[in-house]
Nanobody
Framework: QVRLQESGGGSVEAGGSLRLPCAAS??????MAWFRQTPGKERLAIAA???????VYDKSVEGRFTISKDYTKSTLDLQMNSLKPEDPAMYYC???????????????????WGQGIQVTVSA
């Protein structure tokens, strides 16, 4: 059974760091990504990685967040540094077996989703 499960969320002060692992039944999907969503807003992609390791980021997180895979632990990780007051959201990992890492694909592109994890940033 295909499963994705996020962890590592919580509250952190502005300027701090969090790492979100997404445990996956496998991490060799052609495209894996992280999304975030705030109440009343659409779910938006912030980072994606292809099977070959290439990555793409939204401008709002580029230079602060890093997406990576840990094949030994079978996780898709999101390292979040220099967190800002505008970063709080539900964070979701997603996967699909079509190539799509070259640009940030919308929510409807992805076949498999985790349940999400809350991240809060205090000023």
């Amino acid at each position: 059974q295909v499963r994705l499960q996020e962890s590592g969320g919580g509250s952190v002060e502005a300027g701090g760091s969090l790492r979100l692992p997404c445990a996956a039944s496998r991490v060799n999907w052609k495209t894996m990504a992280w999304f975030r969503q705030t109440p009343g807003k659409e779910r938006l992609a912030i980072a994606a990685q292809g099977r070959d390791g290439k990555t793409v980021y939204d401008k709002s997180v580029e230079g602060r967040f890093t997406i990576s895979k840990d094949y030994t632990k079978s996780t898709l990780d999101l390292q979040m540094n220099s967190l800002k007051p505008e970063d709080p959201a539900m964070y979701y990992c997603a996967a699909d077996d079509r190539p799509g890492w070259d640009v940030l694909r919308p929510e409807g592109f992805y076949q498999v989703w985790g349940q999400g994890i809350q991240v809060t940033v205090s000023a």
